[in-house]
């Protein structure tokens, strides 16, 4: 690429209109010490700019937020306003600088007539993305089996509730990950075989995963 053009806007008048070109349209982030932090935009009111930041505590008073929109970065400083609820914050801007990148290079489109193009990339995905990304999953995980939990502990004394993946070899989920849509295993009574009328189902419970579960044994559950 050629050497950037560079334009620093400090008047406020200016603001609004680099707002609505730039930060509503965009790929936001929070400049920190040595990576950026994505946020998402939530709105603005004026010069008011509202930003969800999650995951972040003691953000300073005065920012960096950078918006990313095809060649262009805008490096916006901003101030809060108000403090932050339900991790919303709201900024008026100091200044913005805009950085234009102009290509000095054609661009190549990837299809099956391009067979000898090499191509290196790196730096795709920001180690911070993915932690916040396997952060936000992990908690709709629990929020999940937090529901299950809640729901099957109506019906019955003792509920343990596992996923698949949460256990790298364990023969008890053998009989769930068999069958495409497995069926619940329901005995009324583990002292009595002729209670459950899929024999061989009770016995693969009795074998497999009563047994070895002491949690189970000392809890005398008998449904699973």
Same mark, same amino acid.
């Given at each position: 690429?050629?050497?950037?053009?560079?334009?620093?806007?400090?008047?406020?008048?200016?603001?609004?209109?680099? @707002?609505?070109?730039?930060?509503?349209?965009?790929?936001?982030?929070?400049?920190?010490?040595?990576?950026?932090?994505?946020?998402?935009?939530?709105?603005?009111?004026?010069?008011?700019?509202?930003?969800?930041?999650?995951?972040?505590?003691?953000?300073?008073?005065?920012?960096?937020?950078?918006?990313?929109?095809?060649?262009?970065?805008?490096?916006?400083?901003?101030?809060?306003?108000?403090?932050?609820?339900?991790?919303?914050?709201?900024?008026?801007?100091?200044?913005?600088?805009? @950085?234009?990148?102009?290509?000095?290079?054609?661009?190549?489109?990837?299809?099956?007539?391009?067979?000898?193009?090499?191509?290196?990339?790196?730096?795709?995905?920001?180690?911070?993305?993915?932690?916040?990304?396997?952060?936000?999953?992990?908690?709709?995980?629990?929020?999940?089996?937090?529901?299950?939990?809640?729901?099957?502990?109506?019906?019955?004394?003792?509920?343990?509730?596992?996923?698949?993946?949460?256990?790298?070899?364990?023969?008890?989920?053998?009989?769930?990950?068999?069958?495409?849509?497995?069926?619940?295993?329901?005995?009324?009574?583990?002292?009595?075989?002729?209670?459950?009328?899929?024999?061989?189902?009770?016995?693969?419970?009795?074998?497999?995963?009563?047994?070895?579960?002491?949690?189970?044994?000392?809890?005398?559950?008998?449904?699973?």
């Amino acid at each position: 690429m050629q050497q950037p053009e560079i334009m620093t806007l400090t008047q406020p008048a200016q603001f609004e209109s680099i @707002i609505n070109d730039y930060y509503t349209k965009g790929q936001l982030s929070l400049k920190l010490t040595d990576n950026n932090l994505p946020v998402e935009f939530v709105g603005h009111l004026g010069t008011k700019l509202y930003l969800n930041i999650p995951n972040y505590k003691n953000l300073p008073s005065e920012c960096l937020i950078i918006a990313k929109l095809k060649t262009e970065i805008v490096y916006g400083t901003m101030k809060q306003v108000e403090p932050p609820k339900e991790h919303v914050y709201i900024f008026t801007p100091v200044k913005f600088q805009v @950085i234009t990148f102009v290509r000095r290079h054609y661009r190549i489109d990837l299809d099956e007539n391009n067979t000898k193009q090499i191509i290196f990339m790196n730096n795709v995905i920001c180690p911070v993305n993915l932690e916040i990304s396997f952060e936000n999953e992990k908690k709709k995980v629990d929020q999940i089996k937090t529901n299950i939990l809640t729901n099957l502990g109506k019906l019955f004394d003792l509920v343990k509730v596992f996923f698949v993946g949460e256990k790298i070899v364990d023969t008890r989920f053998r009989h769930f990950t068999s069958e495409p849509i497995p069926e619940p295993i329901y005995i009324p009574n583990i002292n009595e075989p002729n209670s459950v009328a899929d024999k061989k189902k009770f016995e693969n419970y009795k074998t497999n995963i009563y047994l070895p579960d002491f949690s189970i044994k000392s809890n005398q559950l008998c449904g699973r």
